[in-house]
């Protein structure tokens, strides 16, 4: 059997849902920043997540977040979130979690993800060859420094990612 924390709270897609689906540039940060925290131990220590989606974070009574099913290496029903060389069947690192990340980034500040279709087929064919919706058309309040982090991290390309989470990281304690 497997003993784990008993974990009192809400899913980050419940809070999502709660807030019409879109929250603050501030509260964006303030989350992103502990998922990319826990992404760093992670990471760190060698386990690439490979499911990030905001069905798998908790968030507690007191603001902080809780990463949950780690270690998943398979692809669960919700691919709006999965990079593109996981929708090709490629091999997957920490910049594939980047990725994830700064799709989370993009749903929580427009309200909207980025690829949507009728079957998961469809939405993987578009995490491969489409481009989304530009961030800065879907929600033009958003401070342009958020915009490019949200940008660089879902790039197609994994090189053209930020190379870590401790990176990412950074680039968001400069824009604050």
Known sequence: YIVMEY???MTLREYLNERGGKLSSRETVH???QILKALEHAHANGVVHRDIKPQNIMLLDNGQLRMMDFGIARISRADNHIS???????ETDRTSDIYSVGVMMYEMLSGHLPFDA?????VAIKQ???EPRSLHELAPEVPYALVEITEKAMAKLPQNRYPSARAMLEALDTYV
């Open 31 to 33: 989350f992103i920043s």
């Open 84 to 90: 593109p060389e996981q929708a090709k069947g490629d």
């Open 118 to 122: 009728d079957d998961v087929v469809e």
């Open 7 to 9: 974990v009192d709270g």
């Open 128 to 130: 491969i060859s489409d």
